[in-house]
Antibody, heavy 125, light 107 residues
Framework: QLQLQESGPGLVKPSETLFLTCTVSTGSISSGSYYWGWIRQAPGKGLEWIGT??????????YYSPSLKNRITISVDRSKNHLSLRLTSVTAAEEAVYYC??????????????WGQGIKVTVSS | EIVMTQSPGTLSVSPGERATLSCRTS??????LAWYQQRPGQAPRLLMY???TRATGIPARFSGSASGTEFSLTISSLQSEDFAVYYC?????????FGQGTKVEIK
């Protein structure tokens, strides 16, 4: 089964840019057309969807949380078989475990059925 | 943005008993609602999608139902591994939104 693995720096300074990647293993990010999302969870809090990319070989579309719209970029690198999250001007409130996940079906209206294990990001100077 | 309201916040149940968790959406999401289980230190796991369809490998003691904007997840006979936090999520509209979670704890 497809597996996802998040990676990136575990520590980011306030006001700097967070850059995370999600590597797809035992499968290809280019196989079919899927929706790939990023979800985060602050310590002791619930899940927060932050963005999704619909990716196919011929096109992509991104959807972002309105609260992050001007600071977030999600992209796919086919050659590296991974998707990326870029979040600028981070604050301490964005300290969280960041998960990548894939939607179950190729339609927009589907649940996240495959999740990475998550990566903890600390925001501190 | 669709607001998801889960209740109760915490549910105390004895092993073997039945648990019913609720999720209300602020507007119609059709049946585009999922339930996830999250155990401590683990990533969420998809339990139910399309409101009432069990995901692959999910035991039959889990069931989901819907009535308008009211959704429920029922665990018919709680096992030790079911004590966890449960989240509902709508995927009908952007932005996607989650409920705040219901913690099922051992009574």
């Amino acid at each position: 089964q497809l597996q996802l693995q998040e990676s990136g720096p575990g520590l980011v300074k306030p006001s700097e840019t967070l850059f995370l990647t999600c590597t797809v293993s035992t499968g290809s990010i280019s196989s079919g057309s899927y929706y790939w999302g990023w979800i985060r969870q602050a310590p002791g809090k619930g899940l927060e969807w932050i963005g999704t990319i619909y990716y196919s070989v011929t096109m992509y579309t991104t959807y972002y949380s309105p609260s992050l719209k001007n600071r977030i970029t999600i992209s796919v690198d086919r050659s590296k078989n991974h998707l990326s999250l870029r979040l600028t001007s981070v604050t301490a409130a964005e300290e969280a475990v960041y998960y990548c996940a894939r939607q179950k079906a190729v339609t927009a209206t589907s649940a996240f059925d495959i999740w990475g294990q998550g990566i903890k990001v600390t925001v501190s100077s | 943005e669709i607001v998801m309201t889960q209740s109760p916040g915490t549910l105390s149940v004895s092993p073997g008993e039945r648990a019913t968790l609720s999720c209300r959406t602020s507007q119609s999401v059709n049946s585009n609602l999922a339930w996830y289980q999250q155990r401590p230190g683990q990533a969420p796991r998809l339990l139910m999608y399309d409101a009432s369809t069990r995901a692959t490998g999910i035991p039959a003691r889990f069931s989901g139902s819907a009535s308008g904007t009211e959704f429920s997840l029922t665990i018919s006979s709680l096992q030790s591994e079911d004590f966890a936090v449960y989240y509902c999520q709508q995927y009908d509209n952007w932005p996607r939104t989650f409920g705040q979670g219901t913690k099922v704890e051992i009574k």
